[in-house]
């Protein structure tokens, strides 16, 4: 049963313009959210999180917008960079469960164009 | 900064041998990750250390494997009886504990390959 979602498999965009990229969740019990970013042959590095207490988050060029009645967050790049490709993946959790394990999505590949 | 480390990072093997993967977390990091990743997957938790006790396995984790912390600070990840399905990359995470949420901070990984 895959809680999270992400369903564009890849996504490409032209540098300097805006990449979105989104995010389903189906359990209601989580609220946090993260997003990480993978380049191969390494490890996923933590990028930017969001609470369910707010629905905005932001750190320079990204923003994470969470809407929880959606159960939907995305992640926005604004200018984007070529050195942003990579796999991008969204991971949720819920504070008060004991393991913190976090689910994790299927992952989009973006593609800056120069 | 020293970050996740894994070792090794590459493991060929015979379907039926016994494997053991290690993971240095950051050092500060009272919480310790398995989790594996196959082909267009993402990261699935396999189980997960809160200094020295396994508090969590995921149905994943069938008997072939086995987890340790032993002094709360390294972790060995041990798969006995290797078998194809176990080829996936392995990644450590850890992190921090506190009330509120701490993201994970991931290793590199250990990519297992069966013959």
């Known amino acids: 049963d895959q809680q999270v979602k992400q369903n564009s498999p890849s996504l490409s965009v032209q540098e300097g313009r805006i990449s979105i990229l989104n995010c389903d969740y189906t359990?209601?019990?989580?609220?946090?959210f993260l997003w990480y970013k993978k380049y191969p042959a390494e490890g996923p590095t933590f990028l930017i999180s969001i609470s369910s207490i707010k629905d905005k988050n932001e750190d320079g060029r990204f923003t994470v917008f969470l809407n929880k009645s959606a159960k939907h967050l995305s992640l926005h790049i604004v200018p984007s960079q070529p050195g942003d490709s990579a796999v991008y993946f969204c991971a949720a959790s819920w504070l008060g469960y004991t393991g913190n394990q976090f689910y994790f999505g299927t992952g989009t590949s973006l593609t800056v164009i120069p | 900064d020293t970050g996740v480390s894994q070792n090794p990072r590459h493991k060929i093997t015979k379907r039926g041998q016994n494997v053991t993967f290690r993971c240095d977390p950051i050092?500060?990091?009272?919480?310790l990750y398995w989790y594996r990743q196959t082909l267009g997957q993402g990261p699935e938790f396999l189980t997960y250390?809160?200094?020295?006790?396994?508090?969590?396995k995921s149905r994943l984790l069938s008997d072939r494997f086995s987890a340790e912390r032993p002094k709360g600070s390294f972790s060995t990840l041990e798969i006995q009886r290797t078998e194809q399905g176990d080829s996936a990359m392995y990644l450590c995470?850890?992190?921090?504990?506190?009330?509120?949420?701490?993201?994970?901070?991931f290793g590199d990984g250990t990519r297992l390959s069966i013959l």
């Open positions: 359990n209601s019990m989580f609220d946090y």
């Open positions: 250390f809160q200094n020295e006790a396994q508090l969590e």
């Open positions: 995470a850890s992190s921090q504990t506190g009330g509120a949420n701490q993201p994970q901070h």
């Open positions: 050092s500060e990091h009272n919480r």
